[in-house]
């Protein structure tokens, strides 16, 4: 974080650093992030719903309301099973983001929410956000997902 000036952007480098807490928190939280992640994308997984909201990609079978609708309730379900999961998360992860959260205090004072965005961003990009994008790496499916699930997972 002290390399940044940028409060929008603290550890978003691929430092070595980085690295290593990213593989930390794939080890500790890979449990954690099954019971969240899990049961939303074994929905996600088993409907295989059209959620293609891009009117170029668009099938000549597709429906824009239908798949915003699957989008919608896909996104809804996984958000709250993240927002819901605060007290799920091991101690371990809390601890480490906790000193983040202090040390994006430190480093950026005169920022008002940095010690929400900081760890909020920070969880996102490198621990829920991966795991939503590939599943099988998190040991979240067996197998990778199919053409359309993915693109769903990615939207």
Do not use: W
């Amino acid at each position: 974080m002290i390399k940044t000036s940028n409060p929008q952007h603290p550890l978003r480098a691929n430092s070595l650093a980085t690295k290593g807490v990213d593989e930390l928190m794939k080890m500790i939280g890979r449990p954690y992030l099954r019971r969240v992640l899990k049961p939303s994308l074994d929905t996600i997984h088993k409907e295989n719903l059209s959620c293609e909201i891009d009117p170029a990609r668009l099938r000549s079978s597709d429906i824009l309301e239908c798949n915003l609708d699957n989008l919608t309730r896909n996104i809804d379900s996984v958000y709250s099973a993240i927002i819901n999961s605060g007290s799920d998360c091991p101690l371990t992860l809390s601890s480490l983001f906790s000193n983040l959260q202090k040390q994006a205090i430190q480093h950026f004072p005169d920022v008002n929410d940095i010690r929400y965005t900081a760890v909020s961003g920070f969880i996102f990009l490198r621990l829920f956000a991966p795991a939503i994008l590939n599943p099988k790496l998190f040991q979240l499916q067996s197998r990778r997902p199919s053409r359309e699930t993915s693109r769903t997972l990615t939207l």
